[in-house]
């Protein structure tokens, strides 16, 4: 049932995480959130631990302090981040706003689901097992410590 055995085991793993991406962020749409995209996880995942200053952002996803406030400025715009008031007020600080953990929850909720039908057409075992050798290969490439540490780059 394999689409396409010719692809390499990265464009598969990748074309996989933006299908998923793709039912995340249409069941997001019909959860009230409309408008948000990818690439807001790429801002998301550093705020998860702590609130991050516009300058920390920009260093963990080693782009530009003005392509940072940009993204930043459009996610406020949603209501998934806000500002935190700082006794600096040269800088800048951000956290994921409630409706920001809202959204968290249900990307999380909605990958379960899909975990839980994969499992399901493929079986438990055998997921597994993909799982395996993509973390194995991960590890081979050195990507481990970026996905533990939450630094997953934006696509360049």
Not at 105 to 115: C, G, N, V
Request: some cysteine; glycine content about 8%; aromatic content about 6%.
């Amino acid at each position: 049932m394999i689409v396409e055995s010719t692809l390499d085991i990265g464009y598969l793993g990748s074309f996989l995480g933006a299908r998923m991406n793709d039912v995340v962020r249409t069941r997001g749409a019909t959860q009230g959130f409309a408008g948000l995209r990818d690439s807001y996880g790429y801002v998301i995942q550093h705020l998860i631990d702590k609130d991050r200053t516009i300058s920390e952002l920009a260093a963990r996803m080693e782009i530009s302090q003005q392509a940072v406030s940009k993204c930043v400025s459009e996610m406020t715009r949603h209501r998934v981040v806000e500002y935190v008031s700082a006794k600096d007020k040269r800088v800048t600080i951000v956290r994921l706003s409630s409706r920001g953990w809202d959204a968290v929850r249900l990307a999380r909720r909605t990958r379960k689901q899909l975990e839980r039908r994969l499992q399901k057409a493929v079986g438990v075992r055998r997921y597994e097992d993909a799982q395996q050798v993509l973390a194995t290969c991960l590890a081979v490439l050195g990507g481990v410590r970026r996905v533990r540490t939450r630094r997953i780059p934006l696509p360049r």
